[in-house]
């Protein structure tokens, strides 16, 4: 789509794919989460409980059916006792508040009496094609316990000490993709609803939060002989799915480049051709407004204990603060030509990066038409062979056009292979260790893009010679894996982390927020360097409130006024 006169440049990758970037960005309209709850609300699905054997201590097993224009799918749920001395966020955990499986259709009382023989061990668990998700999740006791012993009593929780955690439950892993006999993408993902990243794992996430909302207004029942209040429609609305994410998300990023490059072009596009259009409408003008008020009073409810976090917070509060004032004193900045591509460049070079972010997401809302489309590109399958005809020097060229930022690291320096990633033996999952002071280099990663590229360009320098690669690589077969990645991303501009992830610098937590953000992930609150909580679907729209015509208007979620 173009736009007469002035078409705006999409940013370029050696801004959007910094570290320092990808640590600030918020979730958009092209995130899972948001899209899902859109088909959701277009197709007009059906999602009902149709099992709720819950005792009076709210263990047992829950079942949801979601009913698609074209398939079923059904979650189930297992509810236990959990041993305080066994409550863990620690992907290591090996007992959980409630453990889950999306079955694939309606399960027969035998796939429930298996699933929950299995389920409940979670990767130990052995599991079939139509099973298609496995997840676990903990209470958040603090709120949780809150709000029943509230509910119980006759009364709301306060919805203070609601937002101020944001979900009753977090989930710690949700495991799909043919994982422990789980059914392979490929068996479902040429259905519609499910064709898109990640779609099959929100739906999951979403279910759970239905779980958690469900599992309240139950135990609070059970508690009381006396009549319970069932939590208020609006703060159930207001109460998200937490997640607590670390290391094992980190390498995706980088294992999966030109998925990533979709998603990042992608939204790199849609910015581009909002700033590109000539004028802004009253009615897109309003949209804007409304959010940017919503999203002021959002920064304001984001509470977290870390110090990094809170001054960034503070630092976009006096962003947008000022920015409303002017918009209120002089509404004519908005009206002029090219309204957004003005107000993007009167704010790049003063505000925040994490500032910047926050806004681009806030222009691209009114756009539906322009920006939803967009996500049907998020997807990519890898079916690109290697090319052992291309030459040297050629190889060398695509290097010195898309790798500079590479070549700038003097990996000569220790600093700069401060770390290296490697794989757990407890679980197979993504760990970092200290290459100076920590056993277990040689199981190392083979993610260390910055560091191969430089290593294959001082190769190629020093051979001086144009020849095929098949040639190359019979002297240097320990190169083929850097060659096969620079030839198969050659023209993918946003596909490489533009950084050293095994420098002392690298702080890990910016590619798991850049990650996150494309899943719908708000409210981040880091906890190390290594790993954060986020919360998920916040807002949206609760699975009786999908077809509202304003199903989709739950970014920036604010705490909602009670009477």
Same mark, same amino acid.
């Given at each position: 789509?173009?736009?007469?006169?002035?078409?705006?440049?999409?940013?370029?990758?050696?801004?959007?794919?910094?570290?320092?970037?990808?640590?600030?960005?918020?979730?958009?309209?092209?995130?899972?989460?948001?899209?899902?709850?859109?088909?959701?609300?277009?197709?007009?699905?059906?999602?009902?409980?149709?099992?709720?054997?819950?005792?009076?201590?709210?263990?047992?097993?829950?079942?949801?059916?979601?009913?698609?224009?074209?398939?079923?799918?059904?979650?189930?749920?297992?509810?236990?006792?959990?041993?305080?001395?066994?409550r863990t966020d620690r992907v290591i955990a090996e007992h959980w508040d409630s453990t889950f499986t999306l079955f694939d259709g309606i399960p027969t009382r035998s796939d429930v009496k298996r699933l929950r023989e299995q389920t409940t061990k979670q990767e130990e668990g052995r599991f079939e094609s139509t099973d298609l998700v496995l997840s676990r999740a903990n209470k958040s006791l603090r709120l949780f316990d809150h709000v029943v012993k509230s509910l119980a009593r006759n009364q709301q929780?306060?919805?203070?000490?609601?937002?101020?955690?944001?979900?009753?439950?977090?989930?710690?892993?949700?495991?799909?993709?043919?994982?422990?006999?789980?059914?392979?993408?490929?068996?479902?993902?040429?259905?519609?609803?499910?064709?898109?990243?990640?779609?099959?794992?929100?739906?999951?996430?979403?279910?759970?939060?239905?779980?958690?909302?469900?599992?309240?207004?139950?135990?609070?029942?059970?508690?009381?002989?006396?009549?319970?209040?069932?939590?208020?429609?609006?703060l159930k609305r207001h109460l998200g799915m937490g997640n607590a994410t670390g290391l094992g998300m980190a390498p995706f990023l980088v294992q999966h480049p030109i998925l990533i490059h979709n998603w990042f072009e992608a939204k790199e596009s849609a910015l581009s051709m909002v700033r590109s259009l000539p004028e802004a409408s009253a009615d897109k003008i309003g949209v804007f407004n409304k959010l940017l008020a919503r999203s002021y009073q959002h920064l304001s409810e984001w509470n977290i204990?870390?110090?990094?976090?809170?001054?960034?917070?503070?630092?976009?509060?006096?962003?947008?603060?000022?920015?409303?004032?002017?918009?209120?004193? !002089?509404?004519?900045?908005? &009206? =002029?030509?090219?309204?957004?591509?003005? #107000?993007? @460049?009167?704010?790049? /070079? *003063?505000?925040?990066?994490?500032?910047?972010?926050?806004?681009?997401?806030?222009?691209?809302?009114?756009?539906?038409?322009?920006?939803?489309?967009?996500?049907?590109?998020?997807?990519?399958?890898?079916?690109?062979?290697?090319?052992?005809?291309?030459?040297?020097?050629?190889?060398?060229?695509?290097?010195?056009?898309?790798?500079?930022?590479?070549?700038?690291?003097?990996?000569?320096?220790?600093?700069?292979?401060?770390?290296?990633?490697?794989?757990?033996?407890?679980?197979?999952?993504?760990?970092?260790?200290?290459?100076?002071?920590?056993?277990?280099?040689? !199981?190392?990663?083979?993610? &260390? =893009?910055?560091?191969?590229?430089?290593? #294959?360009? @001082?190769?190629?320098? /020093? *051979?001086?010679?144009?020849?095929?690669?098949?040639?190359?690589?019979?002297?240097?077969?320990?190169?083929?894996?850097?060659?096969?990645?620079?030839?198969?991303?050659?023209?993918?501009?946003?596909?490489?982390?533009?950084?050293?992830?095994?420098?002392?610098?690298?702080?890990?937590?910016?590619?798991?927020?850049?990650?996150?953000?494309?899943?719908?992930?708000?409210?981040?609150?880091?906890?190390?360097?290594?790993?954060?909580?986020?919360?998920?679907?916040?807002?949206?729209?609760?699975?009786?409130?999908?077809?509202?015509?304003?199903?989709?208007?739950?970014?920036?979620?604010?705490?909602?006024?009670?009477?």
């Open positions: 789509m173009s736009y007469p006169g002035n078409q705006v440049e999409i940013r370029p990758s050696t801004q959007v794919m910094r570290l320092e970037h990808l640590g600030a960005t918020f979730q958009t309209r092209l995130s899972f989460m948001r899209r899902l709850i859109r088909r959701m609300h277009s197709d007009d699905w059906k999602i009902s409980c149709d099992e709720f054997d819950l005792d009076n201590d709210g263990y047992g097993t829950a079942i949801y059916a979601v009913k698609t224009p074209n398939n079923i799918y059904s979650l189930i749920c297992f509810s236990h006792y959990l041993d305080p001395q066994n929780p306060d919805p203070k000490i609601l937002n101020s955690i944001g979900y009753l439950m977090r989930t710690t892993a949700v495991y799909a993709n043919g994982k422990f006999g789980l059914a392979d993408r490929g068996l479902y993902s040429s259905r519609p609803e499910l064709t898109p990243p990640y779609q099959i794992e929100m739906l999951t996430v979403y279910l759970i939060r239905e779980f958690s909302l469900d599992l309240v207004d139950h135990l609070a029942k059970c508690s009381t002989e006396n009549r319970s209040a069932k939590l208020d429609r609006n204990e870390d110090k990094r976090q809170k001054e960034k917070i503070q630092i976009m509060k006096t962003e947008l603060s000022l920015l409303i004032d002017e918009l209120s004193h !002089n509404s004519q900045l908005l &009206t =002029i030509l090219y309204p957004w591509d003005n #107000l993007y @460049k009167r704010v790049k /070079s *003063t505000w925040s990066v994490e500032g910047v972010e926050l806004l681009v997401a806030l222009l691209l809302e009114p756009y539906p038409e322009i920006v939803d489309k967009l996500g049907d590109s998020l997807d990519y399958q890898d079916n690109i062979i290697f090319d052992p005809k291309q030459t040297t020097q050629e190889l060398l060229r695509v290097i010195e056009q898309q790798y500079m930022w590479a070549l700038k690291i003097n990996f000569d320096q220790p600093k700069e292979s401060q770390y290296f990633w490697y794989y757990s033996q407890e679980k197979n999952e993504p760990r970092r260790g200290n290459r100076y002071s920590e056993n277990g280099v040689e !199981n190392e990663m083979n993610i &260390t =893009i910055a560091r191969d590229i430089w290593g #294959l360009w @001082k190769t190629l320098i /020093s *051979t001086n010679e144009n020849i095929p690669l098949s040639h190359f690589l019979i002297s240097h077969p320990d190169l083929r894996h850097i060659c096969r990645r620079v030839q198969l991303l050659t023209g993918y501009a946003y596909a490489e982390i533009q950084d050293n992830i095994i420098s002392e610098a690298c702080k890990p937590i910016d590619i798991l927020r850049g990650k996150l953000s494309f899943f719908g992930a708000s409210k981040f609150d880091p906890k190390s360097d290594l790993w954060t909580r986020i919360t998920l679907c916040q807002g949206a729209p609760l699975r009786d409130e999908l077809s509202h015509q304003q199903a989709d208007d739950w970014c920036f979620p604010i705490t909602p006024a009670m009477p």
